[in-house]
T-cell receptor
Framework: KAGVTQTPRYLIKTRGQQVTLSCSPI?????VSWYQQTPGQGLQFLFE???????NKGNFPGRFSGRQFSNSRSEMNVSTLELGDSALYLC?????????????FGPGTRLTVL | AQRVTQPEKLLSVFKGAPVELKCNYS??????LFWYVQYSRQRLQLLLR??SRESIKGFTADLNKGETSFHLKKPFAQEEDSAMYYC????????????FGGGTRVLVKP
């Protein structure tokens, strides 16, 4: 099976712009989660989608949003970018999203905000 | 609230020496505990999980509910074990949300 893929792999934006990141889960996986990784805060959970519904949300401002499509692909959007949004954004997929599920991670999208 | 603490940011050991990575957690219920590893230029991948009770690449981890710990151990470190290791927790009520520790970088010297 092909692994989790994320596009684009690298992005450079300026403050105030918005950005959309995409994640394609492993075939058959219905749960997609997003994480932000920074040197200072480490890995932090953003949100999880399952069957097109947001099921769980982390402690991030409303500028961070996401959605999931009927084919389980997911996008996350960050509006009004700030310098502090520079990070590696990881997506992970799993079959059902149960706590016993294993999550498989993508390679990440590195976002740089100038 | 759930929290994971990895007290060591860096562990440097010689090849063949034992290595132990500490992980402590706080969670009021029965958590699922995981160890993830990230080798250089590779994606984050699952190393092992406590419910599997298996040894992967020579690593083992035991969940100690009394001490709320899930330390990762390997008796004889190899150079290819050099990587970043993350301990993570999933709470029963938190669906698929993983709470990660800050990570421990392991450097195995020849």
């Amino acid at each position: 099976k092909a692994g989790v893929t994320q596009t684009p792999r690298y992005l450079i934006k300026t403050r105030g712009q918005q950005v959309t990141l995409s994640c394609s889960p492993i075939s058959g996986h219905r749960s997609v989660s997003w994480y932000q990784q920074t040197p200072g805060q480490g890995l932090q959970f953003l949100f999880e989608y399952f069957s097109e519904t947001q099921r769980n949300k982390g402690n991030f401002p409303g500028r961070f949003s996401g959605r999931q499509f009927s084919n389980s692909r997911s996008e996350m959007n960050v509006s009004t970018l700030e310098l502090g949004d520079s990070a590696l954004y990881l997506c992970a997929s799993s079959w059902s999203g149960l706590s016993t599920d294993t999550q498989y991670f993508g390679p990440g999208t590195r976002l740089t905000v100038l | 609230a759930q929290r994971v603490t990895q007290p060591e940011k860096l562990l440097s050991v010689f090849k063949g020496a034992p290595v132990e990575l500490k992980c402590n957690y706080s969670y009021s219920g029965s958590p699922e505990l995981f160890w993830y590893v990230q080798y250089s230029r590779q994606r984050l991948q699952l190393l092992l999980r406590h419910i599997s009770r298996e040894s992967i690449k020579g690593f083992t981890a035991d969940l100690n509910k009394g001490e709320t710990s899930f330390h990762l151990k390997k008796p004889f470190a190899q150079e290819e074990d050099s990587a970043m290791y993350y301990c993570a927790l999933k709470g029963q009520a938190a669906g698929n949300k993983l709470t990660f520790g800050g990570g421990t970088r392991v450097l195995v010297k020849p």
